[in-house]
């Protein structure tokens, strides 16, 4: 029998697919999540998901009890400034758990990058792999480069501003020197880790064939999809400013495109060869890659984005000790002429290129604000036009429930002193069906309360001309 392995970051775009291909190929898997719930909606019937926080040191060792071999693929690029603490508070939680627990190995994924003068995010991602590194597991560690796949962060970075700018001003990090990966080869090293020979640690740089900028993956892209671009190249534009023009015109949130630009400012390319020694992948170059990816795209064999990561959307708020005013609900149904799976195909659809039946322009608006503020905006779109799993991103917003022909509930995930949802029922009458739209919050303080009453004339105009569109579109049978 192969021994079992357990997988943390099995909602993130690496760990995802990882989690697929150990699935395909029958090994005993065992996944760590905060929220279980969420994920078993997700993995195989033969995939055990179980509840932990590694933040939590108490939680790992039922997680780790009996495992071979632990793939650390997590981080805190999405978290707030205190990423690197926790990090580091992890990552040593992790190593003692798993000493305890006689694991056998531990695969962690870091970041390809040299020197010294390093960004906070390469820095704490070489960290981390020193404090793996410093127990008695040994540990594989792959520092790789820019992944590129259909739905990774940096391609959907390129996808969005060679698609969208026909003339783009380029800052100086553009043509810093990377060596890309395509997510197919990543994710070959990833699963023959497990069995490369490893009497201690090890660290191999892996990349792609090819030696390229992200300037050079924007002229591959433009020229593989047949457009003309042109890049102007401006000699200073800050962190700060170039994060929020790509989450203008990006699914990138500005708070993790600061953090991008940071470490894309430093070259991050192969100098130890010793990868191609000791693996049999043999990676490809950068125009093979971009060009898989554009037909994953257009077959919309998309199986993970990077924001499908629970954690995308930065820090999970406690609430613990906080304590809330009285819940403010804003409900309002209507009786439509169709059966419930009729009633509830516009539903479904909701978001992303659908939009939000009625007022789009201040969901833009109020994604815009979002974006100032550190949040994830509305650029995210939806991982598929017509279908919906729990743990889903939904624009600035999280699938939290989600029964077909019946319900569906959204969790906010842009800023907001307080806790929202937005919830939709279908319920079955004798003429038909019964929409029932409502949105909940639950307000924290007094500026809670002030938030609420203060767009509540925007709600009653968005929330009624909502629950007449969809109705429409129901009874239509098509969304607008």
């Known amino acids: 029998?192969?021994?079992?392995?357990?997988?943390?970051?099995?909602?993130?775009?690496?760990?995802?697919?990882?989690?697929?291909?150990?699935?395909?190929?029958?090994?005993?898997?065992?996944?760590?999540?905060?929220?279980?719930?969420?994920?078993?909606?997700?993995?195989?019937?033969?995939?055990?998901?179980?509840?932990?926080?590694?933040?939590?040191?108490?939680?790992?060792?039922?997680?780790?009890?009996?495992?071979?071999?632990?793939?650390?693929?997590?981080?805190?690029?999405?978290?707030?400034?205190?990423?690197?603490?926790?990090?580091?508070?992890?990552?040593?939680?992790?190593?003692?758990?798993?000493?305890?627990?006689?694991?056998?190995?531990?695969?962690?994924?870091?970041?390809?990058?040299?020197?010294?003068?390093l960004s906070p995010h390469l820095r704490s991602r070489h960290e981390v792999g020193a404090i793996l590194r410093a127990?008695?597991?040994?540990?594989?560690?792959?520092?790789?480069?820019?992944?590129?796949?259909?739905?990774?962060?940096?391609?959907?970075?390129?996808?969005?501003?060679?698609?969208?700018?026909?003339?783009?001003?380029?800052?100086?990090?553009?043509?810093?020197?990377?060596?890309?990966?395509?997510?197919?080869?990543?994710?070959?090293y990833l699963i023959e880790a497990r069995e490369v020979p490893l009497p201690q640690s090890r660290v191999f740089e892996i990349g792609g064939a090819d030696r390229v900028s992200y300037g050079d993956l924007m002229r591959e892209y433009a020229r593989q999809r047949g457009l003309r671009r042109w890049m102007i190249r401006v000699p200073v534009l800050t962190p700060r400013l170039s994060s929020l023009w790509l989450g203008l015109v990006t699914p990138i949130y500005a708070r993790v495109g600061r953090k991008l630009i940071e470490s894309i400012k430093h070259p991050t390319v192969v100098q130890d060869a010793s990868a191609q020694e000791v693996f049999t992948v043999r990676p490809r170059g950068m125009a093979e890659g971009i060009a898989k990816a554009l037909r994953d795209e257009e077959r919309r064999i998309i199986e993970s984005r990077w924001y499908d990561a629970f954690s995308s959307g930065g820090d999970a708020r406690s609430w613990v000790g906080v304590r809330f005013r009285n819940r403010l609900v804003d409900q309002r149904a209507r009786e439509v002429r169709v059966g419930p799976t009729a009633a509830f195909a516009p539903i479904r659809r909701i978001g992303g290129k659908t939009g939000w039946y009625g007022f789009d322009w201040l969901w833009k608006i109020r994604g815009f604000l979002d974006l100032l503020?550190?949040?994830?905006?509305?650029?995210?779109?939806?991982?598929?036009?017509?279908?919906?799993?729990?743990?889903?991103?939904?624009?600035?917003?999280?699938?939290?429930?989600?029964?077909?022909?019946?319900?569906?509930?959204?969790?906010?995930?842009?800023?907001?002193?307080?806790?929202?949802?937005l919830e939709f029922e279908v319920i079955p009458t004798d003429t038909g069906a019964t929409i029932r739209q409502t949105a909940l919050y639950d307000p924290v303080g007094l500026l809670g309360l002030l938030y609420w009453w203060a767009i509540y004339p925007l709600h009653v105009l968005v929330f009624r001309r909502m629950l007449r569109n969809l109705s429409r579109a129901a009874e239509a049978g098509a969304a607008p």
């Not at 698609?163 to 080869?185: H, N, S, T």
């Not at 503020?373 to 991103?393: E, I």
């Open 1 to 117: 029998m192969s021994e079992l392995i357990l997988l943390t970051g099995a909602t993130g775009y690496v760990g995802g697919r990882l989690r697929r291909r150990l699935e395909e190929r029958g090994l005993p898997l065992r996944c760590l999540a905060r929220r279980p719930a969420e994920l078993r909606a997700r993995v195989a019937d033969t995939t055990e998901v179980v509840e932990g926080d590694l933040l939590q040191s108490a939680t790992l060792a039922p997680a780790l009890d009996g495992v071979h071999t632990a793939y650390y693929l997590v981080h805190s690029m999405g978290a707030s400034e205190d990423f690197e603490e926790r990090d580091r508070r992890a990552a040593e939680n992790f190593r003692a758990a798993a000493q305890a627990a006689g694991v056998q190995r531990i695969v962690y994924l870091g970041g390809l990058a040299h020197g010294d003068a």
């Open 373 to 421: 503020v550190g949040g994830v905006g509305v650029r995210r779109g939806r991982p598929h036009p017509d279908d919906l799993q729990v743990g889903d991103a939904l624009d600035f917003w999280r699938v939290e429930a989600y029964e077909p022909d019946r319900m569906l509930r959204l969790s906010a995930e842009m800023k907001l002193p307080g806790r929202a949802w």
């Open 135 to 188: 127990g008695s597991v040994p540990v594989l560690e792959l520092q790789a480069s820019i992944v590129l796949g259909s739905g990774s962060l940096s391609f959907e970075m390129v996808r969005a501003l060679v698609e969208r700018l026909p003339i783009m001003i380029c800052p100086k990090w553009v043509e810093v020197e990377a060596q890309p990966i395509a997510v197919e080869d990543l994710l070959a």
